[in-house]
Structure formats: structure tokens, C-alpha cells
């Protein structure tokens, strides 16, 4: 599986930015489906995950209402709708796959739950 990452950049506090991955090599069926992200410094943290398994999303708890996942199966890619934008959520943001989709759900909160990678997108909040 290839992942491309797309649609970072750069905006004020306060604003939106949607983020894609769009996968090659195999279809996004079946498939655990996350978001990563990494500040300069910090490790790599959780964001939002789709789980094929019981089709829930899940979200980290900063940011939970603000950020959203869907997916476009016609498409094959993922996207991560990003709104209230704050200057804490300036990072390189990756999406990951994992398939098959056996990954506990409390593993799915780690980057070593996944199996493939995109290369990130940089997204830069100022104040």
C-alpha cells in the first residue's frame, strides 16, 4: 500500500484546512484507518483513527469536535477535516494503515499498530 499525504499549509488561529491521503496498491476496504501527527520535538501522536471493525471513528481528546475523518471510497483516499485550528496543532501529520484490520482498538492509539505510511504533510497554525 502507498499512501500520499496532501493538503497541509499554513493558517491563523482559528481557521480550517483539510488534509487528504489518497492510497494506491489496494483498495481502503477493510483496513484500520488513522491519523498521526508530530510536533518538532515531540513523538509521534495519535489524531483519528476509523476503525473497519464496527465502522466507529475515533478521536484524540484535543481534538475531538474540531477535527473530522471521512472517507471516499470512490476515491480511495481518507481526508481529515480540520476547523478551529490552534497554534498547539502545528505539526507533520501522516496517515497510516492497518491491514488486515486485527489491531486491538487500544493499539490503534500507536503508531506501532499500523503497517504502512504516507510521507506528511506539514501544517503550521500561528497565533
Known amino acids: 500500500v502507498q499512501l500520499q499525504a496532501s493538503g497541509g499549509g499554513s493558517v491563523q488561529a482559528g481557521g480550517s484546512l483539510r488534509l487528504s491521503c489518497a492510497a494506491s496498491?489496494?483498495?481502503?476496504?477493510?483496513?484500520?484507518m488513522g491519523w498521526f501527527r508530530q510536533a518538532p520535538g515531540k513523538e509521534r501522536e495519535f489524531v483519528s483513527v476509523?476503525?473497519?471493525?464496527?465502522?466507529?471513528?475515533y478521536y484524540a481528546d484535543s481534538v475531538k469536535g474540531r477535527f473530522t475523518l471521512s472517507r471516499d471510497n470512490a476515491k480511495n483516499s481518507v481526508y481529515l477535516q480540520m476547523n478551529s485550528l490552534k497554534p498547539e496543532d502545528t505539526a507533520v501529520y501522516y496517515c497510516?494503515?492497518?491491514?488486515?484490520?486485527?489491531?486491538?482498538?487500544?493499539?490503534?492509539?500507536?503508531?506501532?499498530?499500523?503497517?504502512?505510511w504516507g510521507q506528511g504533510t506539514k501544517v503550521t497554525v500561528s497565533s
Open positions: 496498491g489496494r483498495t481502503l476496504n477493510n483496513v484500520n
Open positions: 497510516a494503515v492497518d491491514t488486515p484490520p486485527l489491531t486491538i482498538l487500544s493499539n490503534l492509539w500507536y503508531a506501532s499498530g499500523y503497517d504502512y
Open positions: 476509523f476503525r473497519w471493525n464496527g465502522g466507529r471513528t
